[in-house]
């Protein structure tokens, strides 16, 4: 193992062939980060194609229940995109931590991303998200209700609405964002469980 001088860049006592293999992590990893980012944006898009689809044939049909599935889709479609945004940060804390300051990169784009600021709703992308799941399902509620209208539902209809703002609440609960842990993180030497 190299040993490294406190005037060398960290990058410097890094062996090449130990250098390669973090290049090439680094590159797998930014390629999933990628991958994942661009599977939340076709989640979103899934997530608005099937509101208009269904809130424009529940309106046609003068049927809420068409209309009331929509926030359980919502919810759905919200944890998979909750799950991809998770990794999205897993990997970028990894590539900060153990690559990134492993050679003394701290020019690099995650070491970057960090320090930017988040406004006090979260991040845009969190907003965005939250939006377009929780608004929609808001708004299915509201043209369900104003479909029945909510005064002539029967029971199965009202169990409906019911499980659908449960459902709403739940989507609201799963777009919180939550903290990576990144103690464990930052040594390499510290990966006990």
């Known amino acids: 193992m190299a040993v490294q001088n406190k005037n060398a860049s960290p990058s410097s006592t890094i062996p090449s062939d130990v250098m390669d293999l973090l290049l090439a992590e680094y590159q797998a990893l930014s390629e999933e980060k ?27 049909a ?23 945004e998770h990794r999205v940060r897993q990997i970028g804390a990894f590539i900060k931590y153990r690559i990134e300051a492993r050679i003394g990169n701290e020019l690099g784009w995650e070491h970057f991303r ?32 104003l479909t029945g209208p909510i005064t002539t539902f029967g029971i199965s209809e009202i169990i409906l609405f019911a499980l659908a703002a449960l459902s709403v609440i739940l989507t609201t ?12 993180l930052e040594s390499p030497d510290n990966n006990h469980h």
């Open 34 to 60: 990628l991958k994942r980012a661009e599977l939340q944006h076709q989640l979103l898009s899934f997530a608005l194609v099937a509101f208009g689809a269904l809130l424009a044939a529940g309106l046609q």
């Open 62 to 84: 003068k049927s809420a229940p068409i209309i009331l599935v929509y926030p359980f889709l919502a919810m759905f479609l919200s944890v998979a995109w909750t799950y991809n």
């Open 114 to 145: 960090t320090n930017l600021t988040s406004g006090p709703l979260g991040s845009r992308e969190f907003l965005a998200a939250r939006g377009i799941y929780i608004g929609s399902g808001l708004i299915a509620m509201l043209m369900g209700a």
């Open 173 to 184: 609960v799963i777009l919180r964002r939550t903290k990576i842990r990144t103690k464990e």
